[in-house]
């Protein structure tokens, strides 16, 4: 189904296609047992392949599936693994949900997210909404020089997790340099602390968001700071 003819004989057709680029290494026959578990035991395998194009291609289709059984391989990797096979292992067990690789995304993501696969991590944060990740969610935005690793944390703090223990840190980044920052970090707070100097009219545009993130640092310096923010 994802293959053309070519000189009579049927070749897979590039990833940008449809196609996946898989190893050649199958894991053992799971027989009835879901589908997903036999791909697993597939990619698995696949991170033995000799090539090591293979074992990362491998990695990411684990990273896909999102399965928590996935995680003691990945961290295996993570541990042994070469240099891009150690980050595409930590981008793999992101996807799995695992908080407990948010220190070593910090190492990573220290020294910027231009490139792959810092920049596929950095975008992997905004999607997590485990509350025992804050405190590192916290410390990866203080410590990133790159805008799109702060405003994916920032949507990770205030629009999913929105725990009343990032609003320090998010009043902190309303005077972030990268405009988008500051838009997150006035979201976020509008909805943890549901101030009104934190809110945007229902019809606002976009030249009404430096006014309100004004009164909000207003609001925070006067009243909010002075508050209890680290008991969730």
């Known amino acids: 189904?994802?293959?053309v003819q070519n000189d009579g004989q049927m070749e897979m057709v590039h990833d940008c296609q449809g196609a996946l680029t898989v190893s050649a290494l199958l894991g053992p026959d799971r027989g009835n047992a879901d589908w997903l578990a036999q791909m697993e035991a597939d990619f698995i395998a696949g991170l033995n392949d000799e090539d090591s194009?293979?074992?990362l291609a491998s990695i990411q289709r684990l990273g896909g599936l999102k399965l928590p059984s996935s995680r003691d391989a990945l961290?295996?990797?993570i541990e042994t693994g070469n240099d891009a096979e150690?980050?595409?292992?930590?981008y793999g067990a992101l996807r799995t949900g695992d908080p407990t690789v948010l220190p070593r995304?910090?190492?990573?993501?220290?020294?910027?997210?231009?490139?792959l696969p810092e920049f596929a991590i950095a975008m992997e944060l905004q999607d997590i909404n485990d509350s025992s990740a804050v405190a590192d969610l916290i410390a990866i935005l203080e410590s990133a020089p790159s805008e799109?690793?702060?405003?994916?944390?920032?949507?990770?703090?205030g629009e999913k997790l929105k725990d009343p223990r990032a609003v320090p840190s998010l009043a902190a980044h309303l005077s972030d340099p990268d405009p988008h920052a500051r838009y997150d970090a006035l979201v976020g707070l509008k909805n943890i602390t549901h101030e009104e100097a934190c809110t945007l009219s229902r019809d606002w545009q976009?030249?009404?968001i430096e006014p309100q993130v004004s009164r909000c640092k207003i609001w925070w310096e006067q009243v909010?700071?002075?508050r209890n923010w680290l008991q969730n």
Request: proline letters at 0%.
């Open 1 to 3: 189904m994802f293959a």
């Open 53 to 55: 194009a293979a074992r």
């Open 75 to 77: 961290h295996h990797l």
């Open 86 to 90: 150690s980050k595409w292992a930590v």
């Open 105 to 115: 995304v910090r190492q990573l993501l220290a020294n910027g997210d231009r490139e």
């Open 148 to 157: 799109v690793t702060r405003t994916r944390v920032l949507i990770a703090l």
């Open 206 to 208: 976009q030249q009404d």
């Open 224 to 226: 909010g700071k002075f």
